[in-house]
């Protein structure tokens, strides 16, 4: 065979191939799958589209293969597809009694990180969402006997979905506005909202059920009791989620809520963990035996949290403060909980157990943990809880006090929180009480996801950048400024603003054009040549404005202090280096580019370069 054929030969190889695989991936896709193509409640009407209850009757059956209305070929545990940024209407709750997977078309994909294509399943009419069983019935939960606690739950997984209830001012079902469960149900990326209910404004755990919720957002949601969530017994693990503006009326009651104690359980059998619970119009949480708050931050709720525990309960890593009532603990007769390495800002240590040890038995041993760092804060100055902002506001500016910045949700961050802020009257880091002040029973990731270093106090372990070379830049036409938005380089901290520069750096005078400070406490060490270049410490920018219309590029190289990195403990790591290239073109009409950014061609792109290469090849390099 000479080189021609063999190049024919491969070239044809390479194309059944890539086709073979095609097929593969399709058909696995189509057997393993269930996509719903109708947001209509449609219930074995229409054999063209496949509806969501349809597709969950089917995997409800006996034989899910037959099928029901237009979803088909569906296996015993199903996964069924949502489309992304569609909202799903329901006339009554879906009954689930079989394993089964809800997910969207945008599950796993890292763009949708911020949950913004979220599908939504959203209630029409006054009924939960979801009624989730232990046994193959048509019965609603509500009418159904509970199920024997030998029973082994079923699995249910909720990813990349939205649940909004019926109206969080009507009652969309007695038992869990949303979701009612019996299964060991896990929750990911979802937002669970509108929820209305007596016992469980968005959802309620009956008998043998557990709920695992990650990335989770309980809001909006009402109940007499467990305004967001409410659990017969310690059964469930929160963690990285966020428990915001839910209520119970009266306001007495908690926003998550344990029914019993389960003393015989041992610690960390139910578990909140790098979370917020924030703007309850309710108190936090009860904690009870078997349930334990680490890296917690419970603010600005109608009240905090109410300690009712024999053993194996714990308060760890948190902190407790500025919530309404007045109250940040209230202590049953009886409990015991050690509170270790919490920040509060009143009558946490009312009951005498802050600092106490736990022995192996999960129970208090009478000492004082020699290395417990809780502090009692007198909420004024440099221990001043909040600084001052509204919500959603960007964090207040030094040298303004406060702990914590105001309530945010941050671009690409999927739930908000209060991020921790260093304040420039510290001497080192050692002075924050919350910054590496955490225990080593240390929750592994941050409410973000960020790996924890050291152990902060509370939701959010702060993030202090390295002092590395970074580059930025921009691409611009004639009449155009560059603005740079600086908040990747930055990580959790802010421009210093310029008035406070000579405070730090006395005797030293600013390598800038004009000798005076700016934002960040800037020093070039290569001037710009073609422009002013001017930054923002309120909005994290860096603007560029040109002073010609030149045809080429200006690159200029800088030094820059940001409220973190003024404080790392590293040397090399107090200033932050970058290297700005702005790139000034005549208009051309075509979209001018951040300089470093990419684009992507699409899929028929890529597959008109691959044809193009294929038929290079089989004709020897001719089009």
Not at 344 to 349: I, K, P, R
Request: glycine content about 10%.
């Amino acid at each position: 065979m000479d080189t021609q054929n063999t190049q024919i030969w491969s070239a044809r190889f390479m194309i059944k191939r890539l086709i073979s695989i095609g097929l593969l991936c399709f058909a696995f896709e189509a057997h393993a799958s269930i996509n719903v193509t109708t947001t209509v409640d449609e219930n074995n009407t229409n054999t063209s589209a496949c509806s969501l209850r349809e597709a969950i009757t089917m995997t409800n059956s006996a034989d899910p293969s037959k099928g029901i209305g237009g979803c088909t070929n569906s296996d015993t545990t199903s996964v069924i597809i949502l489309t992304a940024k569609n909202t799903y209407t329901l006339n009554d709750a879906l009954i689930i009694s079989k394993p089964v997977t809800l997910q969207s078309t945008m599950t796993g994909d890292v763009n949708n990180s911020a949950g913004t294509s979220n599908p939504i399943i959203q209630a029409v009419g006054n009924h939960r969402i979801l009624c989730i069983k232990n046994t193959p019935s048509t019965v609603g939960c509500d009418t159904d006997t509970p199920v024997s606690a030998s029973t082994t739950p079923i699995t249910i997984a909720i990813s990349d979905v939205d649940l909004k209830g019926c109206g969080n001012t009507n009652i969309c079902d007695t038992k869990g506005g949303i979701i009612y469960n019996q299964a060991k149900l896990t929750l990911q990326n979802s937002r669970l909202y509108n929820g209305g209910a007596t016992l469980g404004g968005a959802i309620y755990n009956e008998n043998v059920g557990t709920v695992s919720a990650t990335t989770v957002e309980f809001h909006d949601n009402t109940a007499q009791q467990g305004a967001a969530f409410y659990s017969v017994s310690p059964s469930f693990a929160i963690a990285q989620s966020l428990i915001r503006a839910n209520t119970t009326n009266p306001s007495s009651g908690f926003a998550l809520y344990t029914e019993i104690s389960d003393p015989k359980s041992g610690n960390n059998a139910a578990s909140v963990s790098s979370s917020t619970i924030y703007n309850n119009n309710a108190n936090a949480a009860n904690v009870v035996s078997g349930l334990g708050l680490y890296n917690v931050t419970i603010v600005n709720n109608q009240g905090g949290i109410t300690l009712n525990a024999a053993a194996y309960s714990a308060v760890v890593n948190s902190i407790i403060g500025g919530n309404r009532g007045g109250a940040d603990c209230t202590f049953v007769p009886g409990d015991i909980t050690p509170i270790t390495y919490t920040l509060y800002t009143n009558t946490c240590d009312a009951n005498g157990t802050i600092g106490n040890a736990v022995g192996s038995d999960g129970k208090p041993t009478g000492k004082k943990d020699p290395g417990d760092t809780s502090k009692k804060l007198s909420n004024q100055g440099d221990e001043t809880l909040m600084a001052p902002g509204a919500e959603g506001s960007v964090c207040s500016l030094p040298p303004n006090p406060g702990l914590l910045c105001a309530f945010r949700t941050p671009a690409g961050q999927f739930n908000g929180f209060l991020l921790p802020r260093l304040l420039l009257s510290y001497k080192s880091l050692a002075d924050s009480p919350i910054v590496n002040k955490g225990s080593s029973n240390c929750s592994g990731m941050d409410q973000r996801g960020q790996t924890r270093s050291l152990c902060d106090i509370g939701a959010i372990e702060l993030v202090i950048p390295a002092g590395n070379a970074q580059t930025n830049g921009q691409d611009i036409v004639y009449g155009q400024k560059a603005t740079i938005d600086l908040s990747s380089v930055l990580g959790d901290g802010q421009l210093i603003p310029a008035s406070l520069c000579s405070g730090l750096y006395p005797g030293v005078t600013p390598a800038t054009p004009n000798g005076q400070w700016l934002d960040g406490c800037v020093r070039y060490s290569a001037l710009p040549a073609k422009g002013n270049v001017s930054f923002s410490a309120q909005d994290s920018n860096e603007i560029y404005q040109p002073t010609s219309d030149y045809h080429g590029y200006d690159k200029f190289t800088f030094d820059i202090t940001t409220t973190t990195s003024y404080f790392s403990e590293a040397a090399n790591n107090k200033i932050i280096t970058l290297t700005t290239t702005i790139v000034q073109s005549p208009p051309t009409g075509i979209e001018s580019k951040t300089v470093g950014g990419g684009g992507s061609l699409g899929v028929f792109g890529v597959f008109a370069l691959m044809g193009l290469a294929i038929r290079r090849r089989l004709t020897g390099g001719q089009l």
